[in-house]
């Protein structure tokens, strides 16, 4: 069954390191999103991105973060200086076809900036 | 944007029995109603979704029934076995922005089921 991969599992950074998470979404599906989600907290919405650009971001998506779709398969989440605050889940999603039908999120990078 | 509600937070049920999670919302324009369950170290997956046509739906064990007058949606899981035990996520959406928009989740709610 078609899964979408994040990797790094699990990434260690120092505060002020600029770190990239990588996504590997479903082959065929078009939309795409970054979530995070602070330890025991709510799943939160970060950006989406359709036909190689940001389609809609949150007020969480500040100047630090970026995305990236730099070939037919990966998608990436860039954050530039990290801070204490960015310790958290990481998940990256796909939809097939339009944003309203299932999302398929990943397992998940788990951030933790030290 | 979308104010979402879910209650309770925490539920505890005897396996076999049960369990019911609402999640009420503010954005009437909303028109798909999905739940996900997060099982511990795992991203959110879709169990079963809703749309605003529709009042009700069910999938063997798993229902979830709509009253958009009233803005809230409700999961009903049936004869709850251990694998239910999770995490609960509603993300009420409305597709009228015309925009890829992400989805807003609700709280969430632990679901334990005692054995």
């Known amino acids: 069954e078609p899964e979408v991969t994040q990797t790094p599992s699990h990434q260690v950074t120092q505060m002020g390191q600029e770190v990239i998470l990588r996504c590997v979404p479903i082959?065929?599906?078009?939309?795409f999103y970054w979530y995070r989600q602070i330890l025991g907290q709510k799943v939160e919405f970060l950006v989406s991105?359709?036909?190689?650009?940001?389609?809609?971001k949150s007020e969480i998506f500040d100047d630090q973060f970026s995305v990236e779709r730099p070939d037919g398969s990966n998608f990436t989440l860039k954050i530039r200086s990290t801070k204490l605050e960015d310790s958290a889940m990481y998940f990256c999603?796909?939809?097939?076809?339009?944003?309203?039908?299932?999302?398929?999120f990943g397992q998940g990078t788990r951030l933790t900036v030290v | 944007g979308e104010n979402v509600e879910q209650h309770p937070s925490t539920l505890s049920v005897q396996e076999g029995d049960s369990a019911v999670i609402k999640c009420t919302y503010s954005?009437?324009?909303?028109?798909?109603f999905p739940w996900y369950k997060q099982e511990l170290g795992k991203g959110p997956q879709l169990i079963i979704d809703?749309?605003?046509?529709?009042g009700e739906k069910k999938d063997q064990r798993i229902a979830v029934t709509l009253n958009k007058t009233a803005k809230h949606f409700s999961l009903h899981i049936t004869e709850t076995q251990p694998e239910d035990s999770a995490v609960y996520f509603c993300?009420?959406?409305?597709?009228?922005?015309?925009?890829?928009?992400?989805?807003?989740f609700g709280k969430g709610t632990h679901l334990i089921i005692q054995p």
């Open positions: 999603a796909s939809n097939r076809d339009r944003p309203n039908t299932e999302a398929f």
């Open positions: 082959s065929n599906h078009l939309y």
């Open positions: 991105f359709y036909n190689n650009e940001i389609s809609e």
């Open positions: 954005d009437s324009a909303s028109n798909y």
């Open positions: 809703i749309r605003s046509n529709v």
């Open positions: 993300a009420p959406t409305s597709d009228s922005g015309g925009g890829a928009d992400g989805l807003t």
